[in-house]
């Protein structure tokens, strides 16, 4: 929409990282490496040492058949997996989207995902795992970076801090990084307009856990506008003045649930997770509840 409304990304539109951020990530590790603690220390006492066992959820196509219940097949007549605790050592994968429709918000829909991505990959990194991030850069070139020890981390911010929203490098190109099927998480930052569920979808199996955030602008999730507005595509820069009534936002809304819902659908259905965040949450929100 209009560029005072704060809905054209500028090219400049990049991540940027305040002093404040870095003490809220701190106190984020901190906390996320203490309630580790805590629970690793109630699930020997009450378990046992070597007991990892969790509980249990569906099946889903292509898992490793040794952790099947059969004792709940047999009971339920359905397939369910034991879910155990993540170990150390677990990697994550953090896919990371930069393309230009990012940029629309105020603060931007990128500096939430890159915020939320650090805060994942940090608290991985203090409780023992390891995490790759994954981003366009120059060109639209498919860059990573490996956080393995704590010194890398300081390195990550430098490398997230050089993101911008532009171009139109297409979520499906990090997809395809052989090196998301080596990790046993893969958490997906973007606001999905460019993909379909399938693409996304295509990560889960073998174990392997696929988070969806689906972040979108507070103007994006509810326009107010009406009367006379110039719509603005981000990635190329086209635009189009148009009358907006309350009939188009009425269908543009029922067009935006029907995209939301079938996000959630997929995802549900394949034993997957598919969470919805404003540009403008505290990213302690958003990746507090992604956390295992």
Avoid at 79 to 88: D, F, G, K, S
Avoid at 114 to 119: C, D, I, P
Avoid at 151 to 177: P, T
Wanted: proline share 3%; aromatic share 4%; net charge neutral.
């Amino acid at each position: 929409m209009r560029a005072e409304d704060g809905l054209v990304p500028a090219d400049s539109a990049r991540v940027e990282f305040s002093t404040e951020f870095h003490a809220r990530l701190e106190r984020f590790v901190a906390r996320a490496r203490s309630r580790a603690s805590r629970e690793d220390g109630r699930r020997g006492a009450a378990r046992g040492q070597g007991v990892e066992l969790e509980g249990h959820r569906p099946y889903r196509a292509g898992e490793d058949l040794r952790d099947l219940d059969w004792e709940l097949l047999a009971r339920l007549g359905q397939p369910w997996v034991r879910v155990r605790r993540a170990e150390q050592g677990e990697r994550l994968a953090v896919v990371l989207d930069t393309s230009a429709s990012m940029g629309v918000g105020a603060p931007s829909k990128l500096q939430l995902a890159a915020e939320v991505a650090l805060a994942l990959s940090c608290a991985s990194l203090a409780n023992g795992g390891r995490s790759l991030l994954l981003a366009h850069g120059e060109g639209g070139r498919v860059e990573n970076f490996s956080l393995r020890s704590a010194n890398a981390r300081a390195a990550s911010i430098a490398w997230m801090e050089k993101r911008m929203a532009r171009g139109a490098g297409r979520l499906g190109d990090l997809l395809s990084d052989p090196g998301l099927r080596r990790a046993h998480r893969v958490v997906v930052l973007g606001d999905l307009m460019d993909a379909e569920p399938a693409e996304v979808l295509t990560l889960a199996g073998w174990g392997r856990r696929v988070e969806v955030v689906q972040i979108l602008a507070e103007r994006e999730l509810a326009p107010q506008v009406t009367g006379g507005v110039e719509w603005v595509d981000p990635e190329v820069g086209a635009s189009l003045q148009l009358a907006v009534g309350e009939r188009a936002l009425r269908e543009y809304g029922h067009a935006l649930d029907t995209r939301l819902e079938r996000w959630r659908t997929a995802c549900r259905g394949r034993g997957q997770v598919h969470r919805l965040a404003r540009s403008d949450a505290a990213f302690e929100d958003v990746a507090g509840a992604l956390e295992p």
